[in-house]
């Protein structure tokens, strides 16, 4: 019983640390967007440090799946190179460049849009559906 609560634990974990992540760097992009008009300089280390955890939780994610289902790769290539351009325009951001958290929080939605659906293939794919 231990060992199959311990063994689901990691998965769980880096799913958590994954979206809890996401959610820090879009939500701070998203309030420096429309409340504060710029991003303090405080948040770029809290940001730097999500996308790091982003980056580690989901490549474990990605290395710990055991199939893939079909469309799965594509919608998957597409979030990656979304998740890219955020990460780029965080680390590239300048003070004043609204349109640089406008590119954020657009393929920041973008990115949980296709993640809901890579979660409803994979998910179809575990029910034969």
């Given at each position: 019983m231990y060992?199959r609560?311990?063994?689901a634990?990691?998965?769980?974990?880096?799913?958590?640390?994954?979206?809890?992540?996401?959610?820090?760097?879009?939500?701070?992009?998203?309030?420096?967007l429309v409340v504060?008009?710029?991003?303090?300089?405080?948040?770029k280390p809290?940001?730097?440090?999500?996308?790091?955890?982003i980056?580690?939780?989901?490549l474990?994610?990605?290395l710990?799946?055991?199939?893939?289902?079909?469309?799965?790769?594509a919608?998957?290539?597409?979030?990656?190179?979304?998740?890219?351009?955020?990460f780029?325009?965080?680390?590239?951001?300048?003070?004043?460049?609204?349109?640089?958290?406008i590119?954020i929080?657009?393929?920041?939605?973008?990115?949980v849009?296709?993640?809901?659906?890579?979660?409803s293939?994979?998910l179809?794919?575990?029910?034969?559906?």
């Open positions: 060992t609560v311990m063994d634990a990691l998965p769980v974990l880096m799913r958590w640390l994954h979206i809890v992540s996401a959610i820090v760097l879009l939500g701070g992009s998203f309030y420096a504060s008009g710029d991003l303090a300089a405080k948040f809290v940001a730097y440090t999500a996308i790091g955890v980056l580690v939780s989901g474990y994610n990605f710990s799946k055991s199939s893939f289902p079909p469309h799965y790769q919608w998957f290539g597409v979030k990656i190179l979304l998740a890219l351009h955020v780029a325009a965080m680390f590239l951001y300048k003070e004043g460049k609204r349109r640089s958290l590119g929080v657009i393929s920041g939605a973008l990115i849009a296709i993640s809901a659906v890579l979660r293939i994979t179809a794919s575990l029910t034969g559906q």
